[in-house]
């Protein structure tokens, strides 16, 4: 096996050649690259980079949306022995301006004029900045001497090349599997951003870790639909990387608006997602069920009890009996089907990491005969440390420790991991990193869990996100938080309660089903907004809570709430880039809201 990314770039190249590597919806139009012209742009970002005066071990950063100059960007600082460094899109300039100075980064790749301006306020308060590289130059001033588009650049390494025809590979070839590939920032949801760093042995451990799991996950023979920013740590390493590594094609979508137009389109057989995207195609079906006659909202009812039937036979491990196989296959020609043909008709499976998914969804899919994986990772192991297996079925848990990973349970149940893939620390933090591990060396995630008899992991919740009632219960809200979200009336929910008598929760509505259920029971409204402001309405969300306590204990049931009139966002303030709630955030921005939930 290969010791380096760079390794594994360079031996795909010549193995595959003239085959399409790559391709990307930009606006519409799809750009491709074969694995030879991938290599050849790479390595003329790289040269180029290299004759800016970068050079082995210097940190350069990335500004932008998933796009192929992305990862030509990527593979080219990594070939010439550079740190790559990614940023997200959607940050603000101070955001922008702390990984740039934390990082020691010495240029930055931005894609338009959006992320020009931030670069350049950035540059004000980092003037160890010396170069800004702009992908999309059409309408960017360049007159400034710091300010040069990607053309120039890429230009400049071919002439690099053609004078020094064997540099790229020798600078590829030097990295070596202990030196820094990247430093991953983790999403700042408790504190101040930090610098997981990642070496080229850290990311081949964790491709190792894939590789090593029967049946294999994946063959050079499927293709794969991304559209998580490179950015994240999840489509960056487990995606990005490990399907290089298979020499699995790659589509990347134009943006989650064409997502499901790309799928149908591209037809992947596996896909790499996050708990959130099952959840919208699952409510966008049953949504759209609730529009249909009587007789149609039946047979989908059906359908969801012979799919739950099916699934349990198969997380048993059990031959389901003739007759439920014969009501499998009506199901899927009927209901099934349909969700399979709206993924592009040939997925094997979805992955959803990142968060809890519902018993009911991973049915739903399972049922249409796409195996959802789940999974458990952080930044700091590379993504992904347990996965289920292919031959497994348990929804609920994410599946076993991958091998090259050894997980333990601290006596206060905090999940413990330790393997090749682990990160060595955070980029100039020291104390921060003496307190990530413990006395044996096992990186402590933060996270409270349990593994059964069987191996597979169950995740309860963050050990900061345990509430502590003033009764003096301890609660996980996750597992509250995920109930309610099973409904798919609930878009977002968070539980309150922490040195409380009781639990309250904030939550938000999808619209368009509070507005079915509205006309289903004959409430009038002008606007759906209105609803939210409806005593007849609200009678029914105050019932369909009762409900979903009936599932939990006394003491985790919800006895008050308020329903905002906004989502959680990151403009807002309440989520982190990648989507994490901030809680101690929306309890400073709701406070007044939440008080009033525990007046008496």
Not at 125 to 148: F, T
Not at 188 to 193: A, E, I, L, N, W
Not at 530 to 536: C, K, Q, R
Request: hydrophobic share 40%; aromatic share 8%.
């Amino acid at each position: 096996m290969e010791a380096t990314i760079n390794q594994v770039f360079k031996n795909r190249v010549k193995k595959y050649g003239d085959r399409l590597a790559v391709e990307k919806n930009n606006k519409g139009v799809w750009e491709k690259a074969t694995w030879a012209e991938y290599y050849e742009r790479s390595m003329a970002v790289g040269l180029g980079l290299y004759s800016l005066g970068i050079r082995h071990g210097d940190r350069i950063a990335i500004l932008s949306d998933n796009r192929l100059e992305w990862i030509y960007t990527d593979m080219g600082g990594l070939g010439i022995g550079a740190c790559v460094v990614a940023i997200y899109a959607t940050v603000i300039v101070k955001d922008v301006s702390y990984v740039l100075e934390n990082s020691d980064a010495r240029v930055i790749i931005v894609e338009d004029s959006v992320q020009l301006a931030k670069a350049l306020e950035s540059m004000k308060e980092y003037p160890q900045l010396e170069k800004i590289i702009v992908i999309e130059a059409s309408g960017c001033d360049l007159s400034n001497e710091n300010v040069i588009s990607f053309d120039e650049l890429s230009a400049m390494g071919r002439d690099k090349h053609k004078k020094e025809p064997e540099l790229f590979e020798q600078l590829a070839d030097a990295v070596k599997p202990e030196d820094l590939l990247t430093l991953q920032y983790t999403s700042g949801s408790t504190g101040v951003p930090k610098g997981a760093m990642l070496t080229h042995g850290n990311i081949m451990s964790a491709i190792k870790s894939l590789i090593s799991v029967n049946p294999p996950f994946s063959t050079e023979t499927d293709n794969v639909v991304g559209f998580l920013p490179l950015s994240h740590v999840f489509e960056r390493i487990p995606v990005h990387y490990y399907i290089m590594y298979q020499g699995v094609p790659k589509a990347y979508a134009g943006s989650m608006d064409t997502l499901l137009e790309d799928i149908k389109l591209k037809r992947p057989t596996i896909m790499f997602a996050v708990p959130r995207v099952h959840e919208k195609i699952y409510q966008k079906m049953t949504l759209s069920i609730k529009e249909k006659p009587k007789v149609v909202q039946n047979l989908f009812a059906w359908a969801q009890k012979v799919g739950n039937n099916i699934s349990k036979y198969k997380e048993d491990k059990v031959t389901p009996p003739l007759s439920l196989k014969i009501q499998h296959k009506i199901a899927y020609a009927l209901v099934f089907k349909k969700l399979q043909e709206a993924l592009g008709g040939r997925l094997r499976w979805m992955c959803a990491a990142g968060g809890p998914i519902s018993k009911e969804i991973v049915n739903f899919f399972n049922a249409a005969g796409i195996f959802v994986l789940e999974g458990y990772g952080l930044s700091e192991v590379c993504g992904g440390a347990t996965l289920s297996n292919l031959n497994d079925f348990c929804p609920g848990s994410v599946g076993r420790p991958l091998p090259e990973f050894d997980i333990k349970i601290a006596e206060d149940g905090e999940i413990l991991i330790k393997g090749g893939a682990v990160t060595p620390g955070y980029w100039k933090m020291e104390e921060k990193t003496k307190e990530a591990f413990d006395e044996d060396g096992h990186f402590k995630t933060g996270d409270i869990g349990q593994l059964d008899e069987r191996g597979l992991l169950f995740i309860t919740d963050r050990i900061k996100d345990i509430i502590i009632t003033s009764g003096g219960k301890n609660i996980a809200p996750q597992k509250i938080e995920s109930l309610f979200k099973n409904n798919p009336l609930f878009t977002q929910f968070m539980v309150i309660g922490d040195r409380r008598k009781f639990l309250s929760a904030l939550m938000t509505l999808d619209i368009d089903i509070a507005a079915n259920l509205a006309q289903e029971n004959n409430i009038q409204y002008e606007k759906k907004e209105d609803l939210l402001g409806s005593p007849e309405f609200l009678a029914i969300v105050d019932k369909i809570v009762e409900e979903t306590n009936s599932h939990l204990a006394r003491v985790e049931t919800i006895k008050k709430y308020v329903i905002l009139n906004t989502e959680f966002s990151f403009d807002g303030g309440e989520l982190t880039v990648s989507m994490k709630l901030k809680k101690n955030q929306v309890v400073k921005k709701y406070k007044k809201e939440i008080e009033a939930l525990y007046i008496d």
